[in-house]
């Protein structure tokens, strides 16, 4: 398997566009986790998936964003106006919840808003 | 939810030994340990599971006190090659989500 895919490896956008991260989890994961990371605030969880379904999305910051995941090999996190204070790299991980399994992470999306 | 990991940074000579530690101030079921490198997604350690167990990993190894909460990664005889942050994550329940601490940055120099 070729692990997590996200796409873009890097943003660039203008304050108020909007802004669409992709995940792609490893065939057979159940749980999808969105994290975004900055120096002031680390890794912090945005939402968590099980089989497709939103568990906890108490991390997400704003109604900016939102996230979704319509099948079992695709998510997508959305940030709609983008500001500033956006700017991070958020990372996508899936695990098989059997209870004592690890996350695998993705390479991660850079973005910054101008 | 989120655990709190001490000390915030490291500096280490090779060879020397360090602990990091991560505590909880709810009861959990297990903890994981990753490894970031700069510019790279964090690495799977190792995770421990309720029940006080000891795991190791070539020369790092960590262990989970359930009564206190809290787990601590040994790393001995440390190698330039275990510089990096190095993050906590902690589950409530089985198959629940996974919340990291601040991380610690351990920086190993010859």
């Known amino acids: 398997d070729a692990g997590v895919i996200q796409s873009p490896r890097h943003e660039v956008t203008e304050m108020g566009q909007e802004v669409t991260l992709r995940c792609k989890p490893i065939s057979g994961h159940n749980s999808l986790f969105w994290y975004r990371q900055t120096m002031m605030r680390g890794l912090e969880l945005l939402i968590y998936?099980?089989?497709?379904?939103?568990?906890?999305d108490s991390g997400m910051p704003e109604d900016r964003f939102s996230a979704k995941m319509p099948n079992a090999s695709f998510s997508t996190l959305k940030i709609q106006p983008s500001e500033p204070r956006d700017s991070a790299v958020y990372f996508c991980a899936s695990s098989f919840r059997s209870g004592d399994t690890e996350a695998f992470f993705g390479q991660g999306t850079r973005l910054t808003v101008v | 939810q989120q655990p709190v990991q001490s000390p915030q940074a490291v500096i280490l000579r090779e060879g020397e030994d360090a602990v990091i530690n991560c505590s909880s101030s709810?009861?959990?079921?297990?903890v994981h340990w990753y490894r970031q490198k700069h510019g790279e997604a964090p690495v799977f350690l190792m995770i421990?599971?309720?029940?006080?167990e000891q795991k190791g990993h070539e020369k790092i190894s960590a262990s989970f006190n359930e009564k206190k909460q809290q787990s601590s990664l040994y790393l001995t005889a440390s190698q330039l090659s275990y510089s990096g942050t190095y993050f906590c994550g902690t589950e409530l329940n089985a198959g629940n989500m996974l919340t990291f601490g601040g991380g610690t940055r351990l920086m190993v120099k010859p």
């Open positions: 421990l599971l309720k029940g006080g």
């Open positions: 709810k009861a959990l079921y297990s």
């Open positions: 998936f099980n089989n497709n379904v939103p568990i906890d």
